[in-house]
C-alpha cells in the first residue's frame, strides 16, 4: 500500500464512536469530572510551553485493535492541535495517560476491562476517578516493557503522576492537581480569582482616592481657618487691641 493509499484510509476512519461503543450518558457528574480535569491540565501545559495534546472522548485507532474513546487522554511531546481522532500508525504514538471516570453502572469496563487493556496497548499510566464513591484509583506500568498495571499507592493523600510530573488529589467532592506545592486552576477559577484581585485592587484604590480627598478637604479646611485666624488677628491690631 503506498502512503497515498495509506492516508486515505486514515482519513477514512470515523471520527465518531457510535453509541453501540459508548456508555450510557452520565450526567452532570461525568461531564464536569472531564471538563475540570481538561481546563485544568490544558491551562498547565499551555502555560508550560510544552508540546502536549489533552483530549476527552477522542476515538482512538491502535493497529489491529477495536477503537476506543477515553473520558481523557494526554500525549507528550504532541501538537496540541484540534484532532477529530487519534491513530497511533500515523501520529507516531501511543497515548502516555488515560483518565475514565466512572459515575453509575457496572464499573468492571473502567476497572477491570480497561486496567488489561491499556497496560496490554502499553500506556504508561491509567486513572480512574470514581465520583459515585468520590475514590481515585491509579495504575502505572513498572517499565517501559512490562504489559501488567501495578497500583500506584497516594503519598499524603495525593496520587504522584510521573507521566504528568503532577499530583492528583480528591478533595470536597473535586479532583485537584498539585505541580508542588502549587494547586494548578483551570481557566474558569483563574479568572474568577483574577476578577477577585482586580475587584480588591479596586477598592483599594477607591479607599485611597478617599482617603487623599478627606486629606485634601482637611488642609483646605485648616488653610481657611488659618486665613480667618489671620484676617482677625488683623483687624485686631489695626483696632489697637
Given at each position: ?26 450526567g ?8 475540570h ?31 476506543f ?21 500515523r ?9 475514565e471516570?466512572?459515575?453509575?453502572g ?39 516493557e ?21 499530583e492528583?488529589q480528591?478533595?470536597?467532592?473535586r479532583?485537584h492537581?498539585w ?10 477559577e ?30 483646605e ?21
Amino acid at each position: 500500500m503506498s502512503m497515498e493509499e495509506r492516508e486515505r484510509v486514515v482519513e477514512s476512519l470515523p471520527a465518531e464512536v457510535t453509541w453501540d461503543e459508548m456508555a450510557m450518558p452520565e450526567g452532570d457528574l461525568h461531564s464536569e469530572g472531564k471538563r475540570h480535569a481538561l481546563g485544568a491540565l490544558r491551562s498547565y501545559f499551555k502555560q508550560q510551553r510544552r508540546r502536549v495534546y489533552v483530549g476527552t472522548e477522542l476515538p482512538i485507532y491502535y493497529p489491529g485493535e477495536r477503537r476506543f474513546a477515553p473520558d481523557l487522554l494526554v500525549v507528550l511531546d504532541a501538537d496540541p492541535h484540534l484532532r477529530g481522532k487519534w491513530v497511533v500508525s500515523r501520529e507516531g504514538k501511543g497515548l502516555d495517560w488515560v483518565m475514565e471516570v466512572h459515575v453509575g453502572g457496572d464499573r468492571k469496563k473502567d476497572a477491570e476491562y480497561n486496567v488489561r487493556r491499556y497496560a496490554r496497548l502499553g500506556i504508561p499510566e491509567y486513572f480512574i476517578y470514581d465520583r459515585a464513591r468520590e475514590r481515585l484509583e491509579a495504575y502505572r506500568l513498572p517499565s517501559p516493557e512490562a504489559r501488567e498495571y501495578v497500583r500506584i499507592e497516594p503519598r499524603h493523600g495525593r496520587y504522584p503522576s510521573e507521566v504528568l510530573g503532577l499530583e492528583l488529589q480528591l478533595d470536597e467532592e473535586r479532583l485537584h492537581f498539585w505541580a508542588g506545592n502549587a494547586l494548578l486552576l483551570e481557566p474558569e477559577e483563574m479568572n474568577e480569582r483574577l476578577r477577585g484581585m482586580l475587584d480588591g485592587a479596586q477598592r483599594r484604590a477607591d479607599e485611597e482616592a478617599r482617603q487623599r480627598a478627606e486629606e485634601v478637604r482637611r488642609r483646605e479646611e485648616a488653610e481657611r481657618r488659618l486665613a480667618e485666624l489671620q484676617v482677625e488677628l488683623e483687624r485686631l491690631k489695626s483696632r489697637g487691641e
